[in-house]
């Protein structure tokens, strides 16, 4: 059953090279909730994509403090997961929620 919750822990899907590359090998990668943890994430994805997730590994990159203007600033913390799917499942990230 999907909640509210779900939509709350997947921000956005991450576009890059590699993580078009990782996805031939199964793995798609999310940008999520900071505070999400890798149950959450696993279960927000097999909710919303009705795939099986075997593993999520997660990486939370601290905001660089900068520079603008003279004024000190600081870049807000990302959270990402790549989510790896069991054989036979997929997801097109192209498609959208």
Same mark, same amino acid.
């Given at each position: 059953?999907? @909640?509210?919750?779900?939509?709350?822990? /997947? =921000? #956005?899907?991450?576009?890059?090279?590699?993580?078009?590359?990782? $996805?031939?090998?199964?793995?798609?990668?999310?940008? =999520?909730?900071?505070? #999400?943890?890798?149950?959450?994430?696993? #279960? #927000? =994805?097999?909710?919303?994509?009705? &795939?099986? &997730? $075997?593993?999520?590994? @997660?990486?939370?990159?601290?905001?660089?403090? +900068?520079?603008?203007? %003279?004024?000190?600033?600081?870049? =807000?913390?990302? +959270?990402?997961? /790549?989510?790896?799917?069991?054989? %036979?499942? $997929?997801?097109?990230?192209?498609?959208?929620?």
């Amino acid at each position: 059953m999907i @909640t509210a919750k779900h939509y709350d822990t /997947i =921000v #956005a899907p991450v576009i890059t090279e590699k993580a078009t590359l990782m $996805s031939e090998d199964n793995k798609v990668v999310f940008k =999520v909730a900071v505070n #999400a943890n890798k149950k959450d994430i696993a #279960a #927000a =994805v097999e909710a919303l994509f009705k &795939v099986k &997730v $075997s593993k999520v590994n @997660t990486i939370l990159t601290k905001g660089k403090t +900068k520079r603008f203007r %003279g004024h000190l600033g600081k870049r =807000v913390d990302v +959270k990402k997961a /790549i989510v790896t799917l069991e054989e %036979g499942h $997929s997801i097109d990230i192209t498609t959208g929620l």
